[in-house]
């Protein structure tokens, strides 16, 4: 018959990494506890709009919302919203006894699990710190995250409020990625992708947008997103080596930017820049690496020891999964979410 | 995840592998971030700073050595604020000057300033009595008001032993522009600090550091930091000069190999600590007219000094305005790096400084202050040109002007 | 194809432990044996195994040694193999029935195809005499003046590129010289960005040309006699004449183009492989190399990925959902998930067109039948849709609702609704958040796949003023293809009353996910609006 492990799973973290690991621990019948500190669980992917045009383009968004009902609807796992850690009495052996915090009373819950799945996420880099760019200044310069939101909205008439026959829009790559000036000295994985899809769902619905993609190198494994940078390619969109490092204002409230094409310098103008801003370390690593012992590596992302073994952090019962342990795409995350149950279960396996 | 292997190799070859001056240039990634900062993009369509470094890479850099364009870069290293890879364009060109110069290939007013330099240690070719006696007529000239200030204050102190600062000129305020040393006394008047001027070593310019020439440039800096030892003065006070100042604060200690045991002050920082300490009394609000500040690459994105001339500023003029970009994002004015000294560059500087004066002019302010004598000629020499309806002042001068009355003890 | 169910023995899932299939013989092979070991299944190799990393591609010489070291040591490499190649693999039951080369027939709960890539030839336009980039060079590095050649023609993988440059930067620390050639420098992980670095640091030159190809020319008139190679190359950012690099190998790194997918995988997968018999994970939910086929998994090479660690990721995870397949799912089944009526005729539309494997024949001398496995049905309903005699029922369609919607209709009067069939995963959760036009009726459906002609046919003729379907875009379609054959039908359906109805009824389908309210709103607010034109 059905038989479910007693020993208990806690998962701190709700977005598509922990709930992928949620969905397939529920599946092999162990028993989990997932604590969410927002009110929703999904985290950053379910902020994701569709990228489909004729089809999809596989930017893996919707998986979030298979894994949110199967969690949600799973008869062995319990789910606390609104709540995050706050103290671990870890001991070698058994379970370990956590205390969870309801962050709008301050009530604290008392759980016993047996090992713990870090699954905390990453931030945004907010593109304020280089104000070069001139975002949160500049009308028109916006982020990736903010475009997001617009086309989540089908609001993408916004990006052409005066209804003009023709908008020239531009993609700013590696914004907050791979710039040793703020400690960030690494690729966010997911950004060429993104831009890439994004171009390609914005020329779909709105033929009068052409689109510029400034980037300093493309990243594009697998199958998928070579051959999406060809449409793109023949759609139009052109591919600028180069990331212009300055956005002005022209007199005629256009974004203004200084580069070099076929090695010349020219001034070009865009109606909207958009910011592909990169991954960070999540603001509760710090906190979390202290109430867990997980240390962090030198970019402040959860360190996971070796290539060979990038499920288990330092610290024995601890697992850590999806982008808290470096930037990844939604494809990444859920792959890494694999590896991390089938540890857990070799290790539970072991310990019987 | 990085592993143990790749960081034993990055820390080993930064320092095993650096067998030619431009091993550094390989960090560059062509990310291109520079390209769009230069304010010479326009001037110069077919260089750049990113291009300038993949020539040298590929082992063109005789083509970079014979460009005017590093005659026309200001040095502002602009472009590398905030590199990715942390490398910085002004050193980068300075390597390239030095190459030229090696050539034989230096503008010649400037090979001509370093020949002066070597025989007199100034940048103009003045001896010591002369010096002397053009500070103390430039004194003399302005005896009254200075004697109203602070009694004995016309008589120009030299060589002080043991004075609180050693005040560190440049040349233009004994020869082309006495109108700046007059300003710089009446300030030592006012705030009466104990304060000296060096009868042997009296230019704190740097033509040899223009040129790349770095022995000659570090022949200088040693003069001055010896002199302000010999004198046993606690403080070397630098004038309003970016890259003077610069030098001193930033280069001094590793070019010499030695930690400075004395302190290195802009005199605007002096005003801002006289003036938290209460022994500079300006009035607040003095000024009517708006004012803008312009930071000096040097003084500003190079040392760090934002805070200290806007805090003055903003205490004594009624409207203080912002351009931008500013401070650490500050546009060059186009006068920088030996460009207003460069004769070979004739009046070029002033058509490749557009940007600076649109800058300004968008501000809508009536007084541009800033704390560099060349950003000041560079400045007047701008609104000159595009006779543009505003008044250029050193912030030194601006809080002169708003001195309390009731200051003269 | 045909998946007789050949067996008939009555095996007891909750007791015995199935073994799972391992098809190949190579690193990838040893991987996924290894990872679904370490859950405590029971693998069963076609070949034995040697753990040769030769085709696979890592950056990372010190990961790939502690990732090779315990595989080298693992104790299925002593075991014995079936030493067979799978000719025909067959549904059964919840297994699958495999017959070998060498006549042996066995019984599998999974499969799993984990063969490793062949070596790409070169590409034309590269001098013969060239070598194309394999990480085992590193062994035999002659210390000269290397080129390595990437995103020639196509865009090399990053994994690959990453090994490349790992060689190159080797090369150069061992007294050579290396020159990359490239359009993107891959910085895949923190590894990523910090190799490119050390290798610049060394003196690894990096040459970034544009959209002129570079020029390889096989040589004998260098001033160095051993010099076999000129390139000439453009550099975007130098922007000057071209580049002359001479050197003594040129690697061109490119990626693999063909597997050693057995035949009868690529039968098994035969909609779901491109030309090289790789699996073509257009769909979201292929995730790792999970197919469409329940219990059917492609790691590796053969899902299109030379990336190790990412492998090692594939077969974990792959290993962990085989695990739920075989211990959990078969507890799960539900006898009332689909029916099958006396009208069946053994046509077998529906075996033909089951994208999961789920339908199978149970052959009997004198009258077979149909069998629908619950353990696979995904409850499309593409074969209810298509059956020709309709004998098929799907619960999860209720045909009750569907009587009631076309009762409302015919009440309410001609033209004054319009019908939205939804599915539930894109339509039915954006419905969650979403209030629709007034004059609108939502129908959620298990996939689109279930509207047939005659329902959509019935809804129009209970007076509907318009029909409109929402499927998943392809590619986040659960079942694969149940929203194109939607597609279709409404296509045929549109045809028809064009040339009956002359376009008093509106027909459309149109594709949404779960994460587009605002949009669905909009085509249905516009569907609603060109409706009512058509009617005026």
Redesign the interface.
């Known amino acids: 018959m059905l038989r479910t492990d007693e020993r208990k799973i806690m998962i701190i973290g709700g977005g598509i990494a922990g709930l992928a690991v949620g969905k397939s621990l529920s599946d092999n019948r162990i028993p989990f506890v997932l604590v969410e500190k927002t009110d929703e669980l999904g985290g950053h992917s379910k902020s994701w709009a569709c990228m489909a045009t004729e089809g999809c383009l596989s930017c893996h968004g919707c998986l979030v919302y298979d894994y949110d009902d199967e969690v949600s609807s799973s008869q062995i796992g319990q789910i606390y919203l609104g709540h995050e850690l706050s103290h671990v009495e870890r001991s070698s052996k058994g379970n370990q006894k956590v205390r969870i915090r309801n962050i709008q009373n301050g009530d604290e819950t008392e759980l016993e699990v047996y090992s713990i799945v870090i699954a905390v996420g990453f931030d945004v880099f907010d593109p304020k710190e280089k104000s070069f760019w001139g975002y949160g200044r500049i009308d028109g310069v916006m982020t990736l995250a903010d475009l997001n939101i617009i086309m989540r909205l089908d609001q993408t008439e916004k990006l052409n409020p005066s209804q003009k026959d023709s908008v020239d829009l531009a993609f700013f790559q590696c914004v907050g990625s791979r710039d040793k000036s703020i400690g960030c000295n690494y690729c966010s994985q997911y950004c060429c992708g993104a831009a890439i899809r994004a171009t390609l769902k914005l020329i779909h619905e709105r033929p009068e947008f052409h689109f510029t993609i400034f980037y300093i190198d493309l990243q594009l494994p697998g199958k998928t997103l070579p051959s999406l940078m060809d449409e793109a390619r023949a759609k139009g969109v052109s591919f600028l080596q180069g990331v212009p490092g300055e956005i002005s204002q022209a007199e005629d409230g256009k974004l203004q930017v200084l580069l070099e094409v076929d090695g010349i310098n020219v001034a070009k103008e865009f109606d909207r820049i958009i910011l592909s801003v990169g991954q960070q370390p999540p603001s509760s690593a710090a906190l979390l690496s202290h109430i867990l012992g997980a240390p962090l590596n030198e970019f402040g992302f959860f360190d996971t020891g070796t290539l060979a073994d990038p499920a288990r952090s330092a610290v024995g019962g601890v697992y850590v999964v999806g982008s808290c342990s470096g930037p990844a795409t939604i494809e990444d995350s859920v792959l890494s979410a694999g590896r991390v149950v089938s540890a857990i279960i070799a290790d539970m396996n072991e310990a019987r | 995840m990085e592993s143990e292997y790749v960081k034993d190799l990055s820390s080993t070859s930064n320092t095993n592998t650096k067998s030619t001056n431009f091993d550094d240039l390989n960090m560059c990634f062509t990310c291109g971030q520079c390209v769009s900062r230069c304010f010479l993009n326009q001037s110069y369509p077919k260089i750049n700073p990113r291009k300038i470094i993949r020539k040298i890479f590929f082992g063109e850099e005789q083509e970079i050595i014979d460009s005017e364009f590093i005659w026309a870069c200001t040095m502002c290293a602009r472009c590398t604020t905030d590199c990715p890879k942390e490398l910085s364009m002004d050193t980068i060109i300075r390597r390239i000057r030095g190459m030229a110069w090696a050539q034989g290939k230096a503008p010649v007013r400037l090979s001509e300033g370093v020949e002066k330099i070597r025989e007199f240690g100034n940048n103009v070719g003045m001896d010591s009595e002369e010096f002397q006696e053009t500070a103390q007529w430039v004194a003399e000239e302005c005896e009254e008001e200075l004697e109203e200030i602070l009694e004995d204050s016309s008589k120009v102190p030299f060589d002080v032993e043991g004075a609180e600062i050693l005040y560190m000129p440049n040349p233009r305020e004994y020869t082309s522009n006495p109108g700046l040393l007059e300003t710089y006394l009446k300030f030592f008047a006012h705030v009466n600090v104990r304060w000296t001027m060096s009868s042997k070593v009296y230019d704190i310019t740097s033509w040899p550091y223009y040129l790349g020439a770095h022995d000659d440039a570090v022949a200088l800096v040693r003069a001055m930091v010896d002199e302000t030892r010999r004198l046993k003065a606690g403080i070397l006070l630098s004038t309003e000069c970016g890259h003077g100042f610069k030098i001193l604060k930033k280069d001094a200690e590793t070019w010499l190999g030695e930690k400075i045991d004395f302190e290195i002050m802009s005199i605007v920082q002096l005003a801002h600590k006289l003036f938290k300490e209460g022994r500079l009394k300006i009035k607040r609000g003095a000024i009517k007219q708006s004012v803008t500040y312009h930071d000096p690459c040097n003084v500003g994105r190079k040392v760090g000094i934002f805070e200290e001339p806007r805090e003055l500023l903003k205490y004594v003029c009624e409207d203080f305005v912002e351009m931008w970009p500013n401070r650490k994002y500050s546009i060059c004015c186009g006068g920088g790096g030996s460009v207003m000294q460069n004769s070979d560059m004739g009046q070029k500087r002033l058509e490749h400084s557009t940007m600076k004066r649109d800058q300004i002019l968008r501000t809508g302010a009536e007084i541009v202050a800033t704390s560099c004598q060349s950003c000041l000629s560079q400045l007047g020499d701008l609104q000159a040109r595009y006779k543009m309806p505003v008044e250029i002042k050193s912030v030194i001068e601006i809080l002169l002007d708003a001195i309390e009355p009731d200051n003269t003890p | 194809m045909l998946n007789y169910e050949l067996q008939t023995e009555n095996i007891d899932y909750?007791t015995q432990k199935l073994s799972l299939l391992v098809v190949g013989k190579g690193l990838t092979a040893c991987i996924v044996t290894s990872?679904i070991e370490?859950?405590?299944l029971c693998a069963v190799n076609t070949d034995d195994i040697t753990p040769y990393s030769g085709l696979f591609h890592s950056c990372?010489?010190?990961?790939l040694q502690?990732?090779l070291e315990p595989l080298s040591k693992a104790s299925f490499l002593s075991r014995t193999s079936l030493n067979a190649t799978p000719l025909e693999i067959a549904q059964n039951g919840h297994g699958f029935s495999v017959t070998f080369d060498n006549g042996l027939q066995r019984t599998f709960s999974c499969v799993f195809l984990a063969v490793d890539t062949l070596p790409a030839p070169l590409p034309e336009g590269i001098p013969k005499e060239a070598k194309v980039f394999e990480p085992e060079i590193k062994n035999s590095l002659p210390g000269q003046s290397i080129c390595f050649l990437l995103d020639y023609k196509?865009?090399t993988?990053?994994?690959i590129g990453l090994s490349a440059i790992r060689t190159a930067?080797d090369n150069q620390?061992a007294g050579g010289e290396s020159v990359v050639i490239l359009?993107?420098?891959?910085?895949?992980?923190?590894?990523?960005?910090?190799?490119?670095?050390?290798a610049?640091?060394?003196?690894v030159?990096f040459i970034?040309f544009?959209d002129h190809q570079p020029k390889i020319l096989s040589v004998n008139d260098s001033k160095d006699a051993a010099f076999r190679f000129r390139i000439e190359v453009k550099?975007?950012?130098?922007?000057?004449d071209d580049?002359i690099v001479e050197c003594h190998e040129i690697f061109p790194a490119i990626n693999p183009i063909s597997t050693n997918v057995p035949a009868a995988f690529k039968k098994l997968l035969s909609d779901e492989t491109d030309t090289n018999g790789s699996l073509?994970?257009?769909?979201?939910h292929c995730?790792?190399g999970k197919s469409f086929r329940r219990g059917v998994y492609c790691v590796g090479p053969a899902s299109?990925?030379v990336?190790l660690?990412?492998t090692?990721?594939?077969a974990?995870?792959?290993?962990?959902?085989a695990?739920?397949w075989v211990?959990?799912i078969v507890?799960n089944m539900r006898e009332d998930i689909m029916t099958v009526s006396d009208q069946c005729v053994r046509c077998l539309t529906c075996l033909r067109l089951c994208p999961h494997m789920a339908i199978s024949l149970k052959a009997e001398t004198s009258r077979s039948s149909v069998i629908v496995s619950s353990s696979r049905c995904l409850e499309c309903g593409i074969c209810v849709a298509e059956c020709p005699m309709t004998a098929l029922d799907l619960n999860a369609f209720s045909e009750g609702l569907f009587i009631k919607l076309l009762q409302r209709l015919q009440d309410e009067g001609a033209g004054k609704h319009v019908v939205v069939f939804g599915c539930y995963?894109?339509a039915g959760?954006a419905m969650s958040v979403v209030q629709l036009h007034e004059e609108a009726i939502f129908f959620p459906v298990s996939c689109a796949g279930r509207l047939s002609e005659s329902i959509l046919s019935a809804t129009v003729l209970a007076c509907a003023r318009g029909v409109l379907v929402l499927g998943?875009?392809?590619?986040?379609c659960?079942s694969n293809n149940g929203t194109d054959w939607a597609k279709a039908r409404v296509e045929s359906i549109c045809g028809r009353l064009n040339s009956v109805l002359s376009n008093s009824v509106i027909v459309s389908y149109q594709?949404l996910?779960?994460?587009?309210p605002?949009?669905m709103?909009?085509i249905v607010n516009e569907f609603v609006g060109s409706t009512k034109q058509t009617c005026d």
């Open positions: 909750g990872a370490a859950l405590g990372d010489q010190a990961s502690s990732i196509e865009i993988d990053p994994a930067l620390l359009q993107h420098t891959p910085v895949k992980g923190f590894f990523g960005e910090s190799l490119y670095e050390s610049r640091i060394a003196g030159k970034r544009g550099d975007i950012i130098q922007n000057g580049i073509i994970q257009d769909s979201v995730v790792a299109g990925c990336d660690i990412q090692l990721n594939a974990a995870t792959n290993a962990v959902d695990k739920f211990e959990q507890h995963r894109s959760r998943c875009h392809h590619g986040n659960r594709t996910a779960a994460n587009e605002a949009r709103v909009k």
